[in-house]
């Protein structure tokens, strides 16, 4: 059944109204099919029923009317995913598009996400020994040139500067598209001797690539991220980091995010430009499409002998620095999206939510008012001074159901509802997120603080814990174990990952690309016991790979 | 008298050893004079003398000796004050030259400045209203074109882009040098109705202007800032806007960088290119010259009307916004330096400062170290757990003598010394940084936590208003009161400020730049309350301004 959800302009917490025809507007910025006939499943509003009398405004329509009220829908997430994610990026408000083609404005609820991804990072960065610093983004476009197999991965999508001041450059600048090259022109600098190691870095900063296909969050012209950049003194060390971090990141995907990536190791096609090895974290989004979420890359010796970056070691011997790099974007902010998100729009981690908790004071008489709205407000107060993310909704410009739906498409993860019975009694109702209709509802909780307190937080760990068991639910049903070319194909042709042991030339794995769209995603670091047999040759396999499409 | 002191390569908490001859290149890359001969005043090796016998390792030399130690001086600032600052950076390792000339790479001590910046300030920006959020860098050219002033103050200053993945572009693309033209073309899709007021926003950024002579942190092709944005539905939210956040910058010199600003209003000819007003903060530096370390403008409708950025105001009439902007950047470490620093080095105001505390653990005999490095660490403990920023140096490869210097060097504010009779009495010897010698030693405070944290807090809080009061004095013994042309040239031939009564031309104050060198620094808030007379002309005044020679 498809019905229609429409969402009015409003003036939200964090930024004015969307702009209408928006999401029509970047879909066409970003090369993707026009909007499709409007239409949204009834799960909305049957989630959020206002449980008593005074809780409902507009019982008749079954739903939300409002001025402004014209042309916003989310379409349905099944009916077409690209349709559905731009629909929530604009109507969530998450990002726009910027004027150039292919760039990206963040708006403030979405930049609250990537915020929320910083600030857990940045410690774990600092706990495991790196320091903050920045180098500048232009960058010699001989430095590129320097690394044979960097200026091969990197020259088609390079921004230059060539005029500045007014003046054409002697020698045109790049726009750093990823900062290894600038990095080792400064560590040859800064490293003499083996006491200057390990040299453990991070830079956040923006970057730019020239990507031909865009798509917000996923891939942009310019997007946010941070860089680690380590160099060591033995080969051992620098692969010890590069796991160490990817290991970082998967625990962030994992508990922060809800995330259940598959960290391995990226096959020589799909290795960084300039690297020895790869390793990845890969997540399955919800039309079960890859996406590569983050990456620490062991570069070996490359960068050090390009760059003549050397140290004297315990023995006064000259000796080339081995060294990582690894990185997360904004990109990440989209794999959130498309693996919680669902009809209703978006569906956030309460550890990664801007908002945890919003408050809906409801009153239908005058005389109702102070008291749900003192209420709402001590409630409110409580809950922040417990640490949480707290919206209290007090604006008497919009109807209960019509904020029961907003936030619901915000992906705030908890709804209190406070009104006259509930002051009365001295208790609150409580809605899940991630739970929809009656069953997400509780009644009568006590709005006494340490006990409401105590409730919320339980209830967010549940959500939390509750969003990464489907994730990984979601995940296993749609990977196959496969032992053969045609089972890969099958699988693939089926929309879901492939899993099979592996040992065939670059050249099969291009036209496994070819035949089937799937490219190996990585080699799991968690490998199945059974023996193994490559499903292309039939030649022993010492490793299962996975094969998807992607992002 | 001039002696010198040789700071050698080490292995910093921070970083590698900073480059051999790096002082000098860093002069050479930022066109400045050569070095001076090397010289350096004797007050930090008074400053640090060990106070008993084990303290003491190189007592003969009167200073310390080490490997590397070979051509690493701090110029005196008396002597050359603009060698000083950057023997400085490059000795205390806080910034290097990027390969562009005029880039700056930001190194991890000068970085975690920043960072205290960004935390402050953060939080203020979110508590007066703001959300922060990311536009694209890169400007379509025309943008610039759309309003007269801007494009006139900033088109001699613009990076261009005109290649983009292989091709020549269309449209060449600015670098921005701010955001005000790229937020409007935003702003005039997210702005409808009054209901969309205020809207205000800020992100923290890297920004190019093409500079022609550049100084580290001062003045550099690329430097990271936030920047403010705000649109409002009257004349007079803006302009209380624009001084709020100047109050709020004013604030943060005061309180947190122990920088004494003088707050105002900009000249006519001093005005950002685009604003109606522009407010500044004016901080003095160590050689009297002023540093403008933080402005807010009132825009106006000078960019709403340039973008057609319009609302429905609350009688159904179209109106242009009313906007703002307002900008702090890495300039401000540029400030903090040449406000604080003396000859010894670097000089942190407490809650600025990375490490507020080191502590150096002394011992001579080898049955001692485990005793003293037990103790250094649970002091060392007991301090972190009480949110101190501590840093215990307690590497074997490095002399006390030489610790103390470094430490000096780099601006901590307290110093912590343990030795085998402070272990056996249970107490340590306590130096501050900012009062050089005997008199900033205190010995015998107890090891105790609850006493050692509350004594610690305590002197890390006279020291932040001590070092502001110093800069007080400093600044108001260095500001004339003038009532003639006459007086203002000789004040400013001193190398004073001169505050003096002035209502004349533009043309006369391009007058006296060409003449003195000196500009209207600011129309400071606070006014003197006697009658005025212009300086100049001669006219009646009504405000007094303060010229300065300036960065």
Redesign the interface.
Known sequence: MVSSLRLP???SL??????RR?TVSLRRRFHLRPPLAAGFSAQSAASSPAGTDDRVQNKKSGRVQDRGDTDRVITPRSQDFNAWYLDIIANAELA?Y???RG??????Y???I??AIQDYLNVKFKETGH??????????YS?IEKEASHVEGF????????????KELEE??V?RPTSET?VN??FT????SY???P?M?NQW??V?R???RTKPFVRT??F?WQEGHTAHATPEEAENEALQMIDVYTKFAYEQAAIPVIAGRKSKVETFAGADKTYTIEAMMGDRKALQAGTSHNLGQNFSRAFGTQFTDENGQRQHVWQTSWAISTRFVGGIIMTHGDDTGLMLPPRMAPIQVVIVPIWKKVDEKTGVLDAAKSVAEALKAAGLKVKLDDTD?RTPGWKFNFWEMKGVPLRIEIGPRDVSSGSVVISRRDVPGKQGKVFGISMEPSILEAYVKDRLDEIQSSLLQKAISFRDSNIVDVSSYEELKEAISLGKWARGPWSASDADELRVKEETGATIRCFPFEQPQWTRTCLMTGNPAEEVAIFAKSY
């Open positions: 302009t409003l003036t964090f930024s004015p109204s969307f702009a928006s726009d910027g004027p150039v760039t990206m404005v963040i708006r403030p979405g930049y609250a990537w915020e320091s903050n610093m920045y180098f500048p983004q232009f960058i010699p430095f020259s088609p999508e390079l921004a230059l500067v060539t005029v500045g001041g007014g045109k600048l726009v600038i022109h400064m600098q800064w490293i003499h006491r200057d190691l040299l870095i900063a923006n730019t020239w990507e031909m012209l310019e946010l410009q």
